[in-house]
């Protein structure tokens, strides 16, 4: 029975020393409360580390046992592991870069090595227990490179992958040495997920201009699969945090700190000690908020709580020293006998004391300098029962793609921050009501248990629609199939693309005429009158009509534009205009100016580049660029860009080889049909043809709409030949 294996850097449950003995805490994340329901189940597993080196066998054999009971299987890591992949590589080389703080990025090779052997420890220990059919969830930048590593020993089994951290711009990725690496790991998964449509569109962008793969629609097209990549905003468990909002103990510490703090109206602020969570700068707002509005001295509080996180490393504490200062400098400055300006925690509070925190707050301040998610926000929002409150939230965190009705700043302009904390403590109570409802909704519904369902029936449906796309070999029985249906059948409709399946690719498109053997065989299969032989071309009319006019073929031509029945006028399949070529022209121009060997074709109702002649490498660059910069400018239009073999061509949308053989289909309603071709625009054709239709990819790959693959044209050739 398949069974579902959960990955990542931690297990939810960490593992303690103490002076007598070894202690297991549960883990009070999101992601361990929503996973719960999965690991839990029966054969199930999640795999991580424990949270602390294991000194004796006999420890890591005690912990193991410990853990088994409760679904997980631990990877023990040494203190050099610890300290260069975990401390290392994945937080001081991936953490800033994936969070825009390169500044703060190390290089080293020493790191990478760890980061390698690590994710080949975390494979192995995965390996142990996963069969063909298993699913196999992924988590996180600390686990980039075990997607792959996992495809290559389990090709079969469903693999998933979701980044909890942003996706920087590919401007940044880049400057990573390992990039490369990084993004192939993450393309060993079926289905890729982030949070959010910007960080899906960062890495598409990053895998097509550094590894010059192709993707459409979100689809990266690899060249043995076709990966999924979505969003998917991560939520919390709304229900959690709204029944701890009404206990009684909840409200008890609500009552205990508002005694404390008197009159004082509250502002918000929960973090992690982290460069990238914008502490400092919501002080400096908050100091400015003061200065601006002296009304709200001695009136309004800032409770700020940061949780100690790594502040043994550089960057952290001269963060903490900076966050020490300024809370002692404006504390100093403005404090009175009766009221303190912030009130500063440096520590982490238990559940039903954050909670009261959040009930008793009027404004929350998420102002994040960058930020996957932030479910603090959500947490906050979910503890409101009265619907009163107004949350202040970075326009750099995830969650505000999500939550509109909050305040959105940008965390670095802090007289923006500053008048956001006025308005937020003016703002009467029927808007209050009005926003926090709104955000309530969408949290409630989108919490972290719909998050998990989406995402597994995402990943089922990724390896569905693989399968789909999964061709069969043209072998003898299939062929004997062919033939019997072909022979039974009145009429029969063949359409036959050309450049790639008739005729071999030729470096010089018009010098790819056709030879005497596949005129013989047009001509040939044509003379019986049970045969409709169409050829359904990217190529312009002009050339086929020149080529091929004389024998009693009909023609579909520039990918469905030009339409011709044998021995009849050419006519559009619609009309069309064509003056954006005065636009679209000079780009092209540019980029053929920058890569010898390329050259425009300009058809009719379509310009296409083509670079078959260009150097590789080069044209593989230019081909990412051109085509960046094509989708932008097309956007919003009736224009198509499509990538072809060797070549992209720009169109009107809509129009292309499937809908005009579905013409031929329809008219003629043939008792057999045979479509074969080679490349992209091809794939419309096959996904137009009745389901019993004959369809054939020219090709080594085996990623196709059509049912059945064959080698080379000299395949297609011998296939016709045996239709005589």
Request: aromatic letters at 10%; proline letters at 5%; a negative charge.
């Amino acid at each position: 029975m398949s069974r579902t294996i959960i990955v990542s850097n931690r297990l939810p449950t960490k593992v303690q020393r103490t002076e007598e003995s070894l202690t297991f805490q549960p883990s009070e994340g999101g992601l361990a409360t929503g996973l719960g329901s999965i690991y839990r189940e029966d054969g199930n597993v999640w795999v991580g580390w424990p949270g602390l080196f294991v000194e004796t066998t006999e420890e890591e054999e005690y912990i193991a046992e410990q853990l088994r009971a409760d679904s997980m299987a631990p990877v023990f890591l040494t203190e050099s592991e610890i300290r260069d992949f975990y401390e290392g590589f994945s937080n001081s080389t991936l953490w800033p870069t994936f969070h825009y703080f390169p500044q703060y990025a190390t290089y080293e090779q020493e790191h990478w090595e760890a980061y390698v052997a690590v994710n080949e420890k975390f494979c192995r220990a995965v390996l142990e227990m996963a069969g063909p059919d298993d699913t196999i969830w992924v988590h996180d930048y600390q686990l980039l490179l075990l997607p792959e590593m996992l495809r290559r020993e389990r090709p079969d089994c469903t693999i998933g992958f979701f980044l909890h951290i942003p996706f920087p711009s590919h401007e940044l990725i880049r400057v990573l040495p390992w990039r490369a690496e990084l993004l192939r790991g993450m393309l060993g998964a079926d289905l890729i997920g982030f949070h959010t449509f910007g960080y899906m569109r960062h890495f598409l962008s990053a895998v097509s201009q550094i590894l010059g793969i192709a993707n459409q629609n979100g689809q990266v097209e690899t060249p043995t699969r076709t990966v999924l990549v979505d969003a998917f905003p991560m939520g919390i468990d709304y229900q959690r945090y709204e029944q701890t909002a009404s206990s009684e103990t909840a409200q008890r510490h609500e009552q205990e700190y508002r005694e404390a703090l008197r009159e004082a109206r509250v502002i918000l602020s929960i973090d992690r000690l982290d460069y990238t969570k914008g502490i400092a700068q919501r002080l400096r707002a908050f100091e400015l908020l003061l200065q601006r509005y002296p009304e709200w001295r001695e009136q309004v509080s800032l409770v700020m709580l940061v949780v100690p996180s790594r502040d043994q490393v550089p960057q952290y504490a001269a963060l903490k020293e900076e966050i020490d200062e300024l809370v002692g400098r404006i504390n100093a400055q403005y404090r009175t006998i009766s009221w303190n300006p912030i009130h500063y925690f440096y520590r982490s509070f238990p559940l039903e004391e954050l909670v009261a925190l959040y009930r008793l707050a009027e404004v929350a301040l998420v102002t994040p300098m960058r930020d996957g998610m932030n479910l603090v926000a959500k947490e906050f929002i979910a503890s409101k029962v009265n619907q009163r409150g107004v949350l202040i939230l970075s326009e750099r965190a995830g969650a505000a793609r999500e939550l509109s009705d909050a305040l959105i700043i940008n965390p670095t302009d802090t007289g923006q921050l500053a008048e956001s904390m006025h308005d937020a403590l003016v703002m009467p109570e029927e808007e209050q009501a009005q926003r926090m409802t709104a955000m309530q909704a969408l949290v409630r519904q989108y919490d972290v248990f719909a998050w998990t369902k989406l995402f597994m029936d995402r990943l089922a449906y990724s390896k569905i629609k693989q399968l789909t796309m999964a061709t069969e070999t043209l072998d003898a029985p299939v062929l004997e199939q062919l033939h019997k249906e072909f022979e039974a059948a009145d009429q029969r409709l063949l359409l036959l693309d050309y450049d790639g399946t008739l005729a071999p690719f030729n470096p010089q498109p018009q010098r790819a005429k056709p030879d005497p053997e596949m005129l013989f065989l047009l001509q040939a299969l044509t003379a019986n009158p049970k045969n409709r032989v169409v050829i359904i071309s990217g190529r312009d009319r002009t050339t086929l009509q020149g080529w091929l006019g004389h024998l009693p073929l009909d023609f579909i031509a520039e990918h469905g534009v030009w339409l011709r029945s044998a021995g009849e006028d050419w006519h559009m399949f619609q009309a069309l205009r064509n003056d954006w070529k005065t636009e679209i022209r000079p780009i092209l121009e540019t980029y053929v100016a920058r890569t010898a060997g390329s050259f425009i074709e300009d058809k009719e109702y379509s310009l296409v580049w083509h670079y078959r002649r260009a150097d590789s490498e080069l044209a593989a660059v230019r081909t990412r660029e051109l085509l960046s910069h094509l989708t932008f400018l097309t956007s919003n239009t009736d224009l198509q860009v499509l990538e072809g073999n060797k070549v992209v061509e720009i169109k009107t949308a809509g129009i292309h080889k499937g809908s005009a053989a579905a013409r031929w289909v329809s008219q003629y309603t043939p008792g057999f049909v045979l479509a074969i071709g080679d490349d992209r625009t091809d794939e419309d054709t096959f996904g137009a043809m009745p389901p019993e239709a004959y369809t054939i990819k020219v090709g080594t790959g085996t990623r196709s709409l059509a049912r059945y693959h064959v080698g080379s044209t000299n395949d297609v050739r011998k296939l016709l030949r045996s239709l005589l």
